[in-house]
């Protein structure tokens, strides 16, 4: 059985899918990347441990547009599920991640948070479409996982708020059906993107919550507002590139 293409309408405010080679302040890619497409439909329905997603397609419908934002960051990490686990069953004491505070709160004068400048977009919205990909030993599951996908986008569930790059961009989406009319994508909106962020992790295999990023590109082009995204596993995508910090 082949896979069937699963389409989402997906608008926000605010998005920002960072460029990895500005290492100190964030500017966004003009179009989403296929991680942060994957990360919505993630956030909608996924089982790593039986499928993942394949995005194959981006049309952009509207055209990219920048606003400039100074944001506060935090420097220190959420620590692990392990971790978060054991504060919600009470077994350790919660330790928060300070953002600001005196000496007295922190035990040094210096800040938990830093501000950086973002190139962010504003008033986004695409037409997103990803295949099921299940994993050997489940592909006699396609059909159950794709009609329980549609199920939840229809009715607007999700495992936890889709977001456009970063998690205070909210992303509002909805389910796309075939025979209904379609907004078309910007035509006038064509260009060579140069190397995109294609993921941070190995989609070769099922991943784990201990897994090194591991960095793939491609090279990305917009023909008529759409952007066409090879597979993972083919030649156009370079893989295991590494981050220099």
């Known amino acids: 059985m082949q896979p069937k293409d699963q389409a989402l309408e997906v ?4 998005a920002c899918f960072t460029n990895p080679v500005m ?22 329905y996924c ?4 499928f993942r997603w394949q995005v194959t397609k981006i049309e952009v419908l509207k055209p990219p547009n920048y606003i400039a934002l100074r944001r506060n960051e935090v420097k220190d990490k959420a620590p692990s599920d392990r971790t978060i686990a054991a504060w919600m ?21 210096m800040k938990g948070r830093t501000q950086r400048q973002t190139m962010a977009l504003k008033d986004v919205k695409y037409r997103l479409h990803a295949e099921i990909r299940p994993w050997p030993g489940f592909e006699d599951q396609l059909q159950g996982f794709e009609n329980q996908f549609r199920r939840r986008a229809e009715h607007g569930k999700c495992v936890h708020q889709p977001y456009l790059g970063c998690r205070e961009f909210p992303a509002y989406f909805k389910l796309v059906h075939v025979d209904a009319p379609q907004a078309q994508p910007v035509a006038t909106y064509s260009g060579d993107l140069g190397f995109m962020l294609y993921d941070v992790f190995d989609l070769s295999r099922p991943g784990t919550s201990e897994d090194e990023p591991s960095i793939s590109l491609f090279d990305a082009k917009v023909t008529n507002g759409v952007l066409t995204v ?3 596993d083919s030649d156009a995508v370079k893989k295991g590139m590494r981050r220099e910090d």
Request: net charge negative; proline share 15%; glycine share 10%.
């Open 89 to 109: 069953a009470g077994r350790e004491p919660p330790e928060p991640i300070w953002a600001d505070g005196d000496r007295d709160l922190l035990g040094t004068d």
């Open 23 to 44: 290492k100190v302040e964030r500017f966004s890619y003009p179009v989403i990347t296929p991680s942060a497409a994957r990360g919505i439909y993630d956030a909608i």
């Open 47 to 50: 089982k790593p441990q039986e």
């Open 230 to 232: 090879p597979p993972y």
């Open 11 to 14: 608008w926000g405010e605010f």
